[in-house]
């Protein structure tokens, strides 16, 4: 149980492209939806927090209109990349918290990795 | 906000030894500490846990152990294996109600 799906796990596009990625809580209900981001050898930084139905909140640091969050459902959260440049290449996470936090506080995606050229 | 700290940065170690990751964290509400092992290019997984009311905890070859009064915790992997060659995060979940990561440590064992 608690799978979160990520899609794509693949993505090599131009500079000025936009890219969305999507994170679907499969088998429970995500209240809360976390975006995480990691450059090569670096740990995880959060950029942003959603909630189902609200706005999202972002990281000092992190460009609200350059990274479009939409949480419309319990089960699906999506990441815009707008106008992507190569230094926005990085490894993309995202992060589901259940309504009644299961075992963990939150279930990893896959991850995407962003290439942009 | 949360700080975690996290030591080393890399270690070596010759297959069968023991490797021993320590953490420091600031948010003294700080109440469930998760230790994530991440293999290049996928997604952190979750290898044991431990709770604030607990000062020890043990998973076949890996140990937790945490010390609130000084705000530290540390990983113990015993008779180490090439398959534990990763990146290792200690993590802490506290007041801001989400999970903060420490730096990493890139652990390697040695055939």
């Known amino acids: 149980g608690a799978v979160v799906s990520q899609h794509p796990s693949w993505v090599i596009c131009k500079s000025g492209t936009s890219v969305k990625i999507e994170c679907r809580s499969l088998d429970f209900q995500a209240t809360t939806m976390f975006w995480y981001r990691q450059f090569p050898k670096q740990s995880l930084m959060l950029m942003a927090t959603?909630?189902?139905?609200?706005?999202?909140?972002?990281e000092q640091g992190v460009e609200k209109d350059k990274f479009l969050i939409n949480h419309a459902s319990l089960t699906l959260s999506t990441l815009t990349v707008t106008s992507a440049h190569p230094e926005d290449s990085s490894f993309y996470i995202c992060s589901a918290r259940a309504r009644n936090l299961l075992n963990q506080p939150q279930h990893f995606g896959d991850g995407t990795r962003l290439s942009i050229l | 906000g949360e700080n975690v700290e996290q030591h080393p940065s890399t270690l070596s170690v010759q297959e069968g030894d023991s490797a021993v990751i320590k953490c420091t964290y600031s948010?003294?509400?700080?109440?469930?500490f998760p230790w994530y092992k991440q293999e290049l290019g996928k997604r952190p997984q979750l290898i044991i846990d431990i709770r604030s009311n607990v000062g020890e905890k043990k998973d076949q070859r890996i140990a937790v152990t945490l010390n609130k009064t000084a705000k530290h915790f540390s990983l113990h992997i015993t008779e180490t294996q090439p398959e534990d060659s990763a990146v290792y995060f200690c993590v802490t979940f506290g007041s801001a109600r989400q999970l903060t990561f420490g730096s990493g440590t890139q652990l390697t064992v040695l055939p």
């Open positions: 959603s909630n189902e139905g609200s706005k999202a909140t972002y």
């Open positions: 948010d003294s509400a700080s109440n469930y």
